[in-house]
């Protein structure tokens, strides 16, 4: 019966003390349901199950907290009967399975941080008035504050291989005088001008000593929908996936498994702990033999690494098909980024969905934050925000390639039609002797630049090539764009040639086909241009879409309107003859009809990759 009730009370306290130690907020909500939604697990081999049987009733409480794993614990509390029905700035009321309130008086609340790796509550119980401070975090921190113990790191380490995320749950009850000398020290730290910060960590952490352990919970951080799917889409996409967690060594192995980060029969490299300069070179070598392993390595192992043997060690974990690095600080992570940046020269996203995520997100070229159960930090830090890991599929392989290839078709086009003009006008200086007289004047300068070309040029980051279905089922068509093909200094060269060809012709022909009436070279020459300005967005668009058809008649529409209504610029009367027709049309297809036979029999002997998958 001794035995029994040893049992029952330390079942009793480890679950008051996760009723209690916690930032979370109950919200009452009319009509509202409430069940858990995660599995969650308190471990005490010495207790067993004893006091767990309870059965989980439904309330009409909800909880708000900035860590889900917070709420779990609260959930799970409840489903054992001890149930949070409200809290407020100076105190807490709990509800036991027996329907007695239990009020307790805030006394003091210490914050998680990503440097304590844990956080601590002062509650005073009024119907007794016992003092208790209560403290979890992470077993790497508690581990060492609380007293002695057998079972805790192995326990640790078998719901680490289940991928649970673990905190420690420890006691000390305080006397008042006790309590009264840390308020007092507290207040003086807080006042203090000079290192205020340490000061106040310090007499905080002149209590977090010899503290009774109580229990050891586990948290399972389960996986959203199609987090498999879109891992390996990414990978055969091309791009490197690494994994940023502070969690147990155990736990981001087992996560990196199950989310197929790593495959099954994929062999694991765990990183050595190292310290020194010696123990670091040697753990290198042993990973250099590694080749076609993933990389699992610690945050600490990893900052002696880059002390020593930066690019090395950056080179080989380049190399791996996947790395996972654990116990990273958000410091850590944004370290990552700028060292991956900077050694690789490539171009790097970070993903994350909570606060200690926001540094690597801000750090990278392209942050993308995921609206979740950890908030909106995240989302709100990024350069794009989504709902579900899943969606990043689609927002790099579809829309970011699509963006890729519409910008460069985009400024190659712009360089082109100003180029063109340009080689037009050089040509007709040259022929008149360097004669410092504009080809084209007033209204059709501003026009070419704006009305008669700048829809149908920038209609074109509306095409695409293949559908979205089919850029999500091959995403090899992404990893085709690392290899620059779409704008690099061979496709600058070349519309830096197309476009002299076309003015030089435009221009010569011009000069030759005119008669006696320099107004009409301006007539034919500029018609000729327009025309094959828009021939040519015509000949690069893949997909045609409705806006774009609109924008290529509207400016032909405008420019004919112009021919009627521009009397200084054009002879209203020469435009009406055959002969300006005629003339007009043979420039236009000489300039044009070339490039697209080129076009044609480049598209039938060696076509694009995404032209075989057109229907």
Same mark, same amino acid.
């Given at each position: 019966a001794k035995v029994r009730r040893t049992e029952v009370t330390r079942v009793h306290e480890a679950v008051k003390a996760i009723a209690l130690c916690h930032n979370v907020t109950p919200v009452k909500e009319e009509g509202s349901v409430h069940m858990p939604t995660e599995s969650n697990y308190l471990s005490d081999p010495e207790v067993g199950s004893a006091g767990l049987s309870s059965p989980f009733i439904p309330g009409s409480i909800?909880?708000?907290?900035?860590?889900?794993?917070?709420?779990?614990?609260v959930t799970w509390s409840e489903s054992v009967g001890l149930t949070l029905v409200n809290r407020e700035l100076t105190n807490l009321t709990l509800r036991a399975p027996n329907g007695q309130m239990l009020k307790y008086k805030i006394l003091q609340i210490f914050p998680f941080s990503s440097d304590t790796k844990r956080m601590g509550i002062i509650v005073q119980e009024e119907s007794s008035g016992e003092i208790s401070f209560y403290l979890k975090g992470a077993d790497a921190v508690m581990s060492k504050l609380v007293e002695y113990n057998d079972w805790l790191e192995e326990e640790c380490d078998n719901m680490a291989r289940e991928g649970l995320r673990t905190l420690v749950v420890a006691k000390k009850v305080l006397s008042p005088d006790v309590y009264k000398e840390f308020e007092e020290r507290l207040r003086v730290a807080k006042l203090t001008v000079v290192d205020r910060d340490a000061e106040v960590r310090r007499v905080i952490e002149s209590l977090e000593g010899e503290l009774q352990l109580l229990a050891l919970t586990g948290v399972e951080d389960k996986l959203q929908? !199609?987090? =498999?799917?879109?891992?390996?889409?990414?990978?055969n996409a091309g791009i490197k996936v690494?994994?940023?967690?502070?969690? %147990?060594?155990?736990?981001? =192995?087992c996560i990196a498994i199950?989310? =197929?980060?790593?495959?099954? !029969?994929?062999?694991i490299h765990t990183f050595d702990q190292v310290t020194s300069r010696s123990e670091t070179h040697a753990a290198l070598n042993t990973f250099r033999r590694k080749s076609g392993a993933a990389l699992v390595i610690t945050g600490a192992a990893l900052e002696v690494c880059l002390q020593h043997y930066e690019s090395e060690f950056v080179e080989l974990a380049c190399q791996c098909p996947a790395v996972v690095v654990c116990r990273c600080s958000p410091d850590q992570k944004?370290?990552?980024?700028?060292?991956? %940046? =900077?050694?690789?020269? %490539?171009?790097?996203?970070?993903i994350g969905d909570g606060g200690n995520d926001v540094s690597m997100i801000q750090a990278a070229d392209a942050g993308v934050g995921i609206v979740g159960k950890e908030g909106k930090q995240a989302s709100l830090a990024s350069d794009f925000s989504i709902t579900q890991f899943q969606h990043v599929g689609r927002l790099l392989v579809w829309h970011g390639r699509n963006s890729y290839k519409r910008s460069a078709a985009l400024s190659q086009f712009v360089i082109h039609r100003g180029l063109i003009i340009s080689i037009m006008q050089a040509v007709f200086s040259t022929v008149f002797y360097f004669v410092s007289v504009p080809l084209y004047e007033g209204f059709l300068m501003v026009g070419y630049a704006t009305v008669y070309t700048m829809a149908p040029v920038f209609s074109l980051v509306l095409d695409k090539d293949v559908k979205d279905d089919i850029a999500l089922m091959f995403p090899e068509l992404y990893k085709e764009l690392m290899k620059g093909r779409s704008l690099n200094l061979k496709t600058f060269l070349l519309w830096v040639l197309i476009s002299t060809y076309q003015g030089g012709i435009i221009m010569y022909g011009g000069l030759l086909l005119f008669d006696e009436d320099f107004i009409h070279v301006v007539a034919i020459t500029f018609t000729a241009l327009i025309l094959t300005e828009l021939l040519m967005v015509a000949f690069t668009i893949s997909t045609w879409h409705w806006l774009m058809v609109f924008a290529e008649l509207a400016s032909l529409a405008l420019y004919v309107i112009s021919l009627a209504v521009l009397r200084n610029y054009f002879d209203a009367q020469y435009l009406k003859t055959f002969e300006f027709v005629w003339k007009t049309t043979t420039l236009t297809l000489v300039s044009c009809l070339p490039l697209y036979v080129l076009k044609y029999l480049r598209r039938k002997y060696a076509p694009p990759s995404y032209s075989k998958l057109q229907g």
């Open positions: 909800t909880y708000q907290a900035a860590s889900p794993d917070e709420v779990a614990l929908v !199609n987090v =498999r799917p879109t891992l390996e889409l990414l990978s690494w994994m940023l967690t502070g969690d %147990k060594l155990e736990t981001a =192995r199950s989310s =197929r980060l790593v495959g099954r !029969n994929q062999p944004a370290a990552i980024v700028y060292l991956l %940046k =900077r050694h690789t020269k %490539k171009p790097v996203a970070a």
